[in-house]
């Protein structure tokens, strides 16, 4: 059983069992397998022919889609330069585009998922027009895309189509080694390419493996509102929970999350207060707001957020326009955060993320963690969960005050500070209490001349040392740094 404080238990792969288990696998969806195989066939006949019948099988059958570009993803992260490959992707991108960039995201890089998906959206697709796939009359041979149906139709039956007389047709044209049918030179090929794999790799897929199986996730899958629950990588560790990117599915739907467990406590009473304010973050619903789509407090507390890629300090040093924009943005979600009655507590350059929605580097920031800093301060020093250069002068002195929504206004004053300026209102943590609590930063047009002038009363104004001076409400800040975006 998992332990609370840790993460779900990582079993021990069986002994001798790698190649076994991939064989497994490959067997799952033998007539995927032996098409995507057929890509790499030195027969450009077989190559289109099993190009074109993957995009088939993906139009007919939505529940293989999956599969089908998780494969061939796998297939074109270790092969970057197989035309065959993207010329099938390059079929599929209309439909599936979202599904191709969240597996390409998932298997590799940031900078090579986006060039691979720029070079699939350029390809030449393969022609499915003029494809014939009707059953053939009477004793007319079966073309080789209805024999692709009709495995399919098997599958979708509940029926073995290895077992089939279909099955045998298929194979026979497919390249093959004497007798050898064209699943087993797949699970042979399969075998190799697991082999080939960097020794990091192979210990990466160990490791979802082992958490996709532990008693603490499938207990979490079962109880969640979706569907099904897919482990995409190992567990991160991050400040209140420990975090496993995931993709959870509702109907037809997939949707890229991730499954936070909570760090726990021994106090009685702060599981309490954890879940209430986990309730009240689901309620929010607004732009700018990591979304809490489910949680739950069995086996341990736990929640499922849309999932967070990138946070503010990995994106450099922002435009003028595009500061001004996070600006707005970020104020806005403050606003829906204190309509719901809550104090966020924590934000600083960390709790500003960004979704993976998109490879063209566009994308909106949200504000992440919503009212988890006050539910662990009593068990940690406030540097442990918080970059104490973005604190209020009341988090580190209480005769400035308690915190409260002023607080938020403060913070998030500090973190626009260094999304128009590119550095912190304080460069070093050096007597940083004193320097918090007396000293003004520079005004940002010092460090950005290019900003509108407006734009450093309004700073000023939200980072306030005296709470009476700042804003008093967050919807009060939004309209002041609204009004400035529209005059630009």
Known sequence: MATDGGEPPEREPPADGDLRGDKLR??????????????????AETVE??????CLVARSQPGKVSTIISRLVED????????????????L????????????????????????????????????SAVEVEPPDGDEEPSFFSTIMRLVELDEEGRDPLDSDAWTRFIQRLPGEGAESASDREIELAAERQDARPRAVRKRHERI???????????????????????????????????????????????????????????????????????????????????????GETPRPWVATEFVDR???????????EALEHARTLTRALVHIHRHGLVHGGIDPQTVGYPPNSLDGVAEPMLDNV????????????????????????????????????????????????????????DTVEE?????CETQPSPPTERSPDLPPAIDGIIEKATAKQKLVRYETALQFHNDVRAVCNDL
């Open 76 to 91: 074109i992260v270790a092969s970057p330069k197989s035309k065959p490959l993207y010329r099938t992707l390059a079929a």
């Open 371 to 426: 009212g988890l800093l006050p539910v662990y301060r009593p068990y940690a020093e406030t540097g442990q969960l918080l970059d104490v250069r973005y604190s209020a002068p009341e988090q580190l002195d209480g005769r400035y005050g308690s915190v409260d929504h002023t607080t938020d206004i403060y913070q998030l004053g500090a973190v626009l500070y260094r999304a128009l300026t590119g550095a912190p209102p304080f």
């Open 49 to 54: 022919k099993c190009g074109i019948a993957l």
């Open 209 to 295: 493996q082992r958490i996709a199986t532990s008693p603490t996730f499938l207990a979490i899958e079962a109880r969640s509102r979706f569907d099904e629950l897919e482990v995409l990588s190992p567990i991160s560790d991050q400040r209140f929970a420990r975090v496993i990117r995931s993709r959870g599915r509702l109907g037809a739907e997939e949707f890229a999350i991730a499954i936070r467990l909570c760090k726990q406590r021994e106090d009685p009473s702060f599981r309490e207060h954890l879940t209430a304010v986990l309730a009240d973050w689901a309620g929010v619903d607004g732009d700018g707001v990591v979304r809490l789509v489910d949680w």
């Open 432 to 436: 940083i209490e004193r320097r918090v």
């Open 311 to 321: 946070r503010l300090p990995s994106q450099g040093q922002l435009t003028p326009l």
């Open 26 to 43: 490959e067997r799952v969806n033998p007539v995927i397998s032996s098409l995507a195989a057929g890509l790499d066939s030195g027969d």
């Open 93 to 128: 991108v209309e439909d599936h585009g979202r599904e191709i960039r969240g597996a390409l995201m998932t298997e590799t890089g940031y900078g090579d998922a986006r060039r691979i998906y720029g070079r699939i959206e350029h390809a030449e697709a393969w022609e499915l």
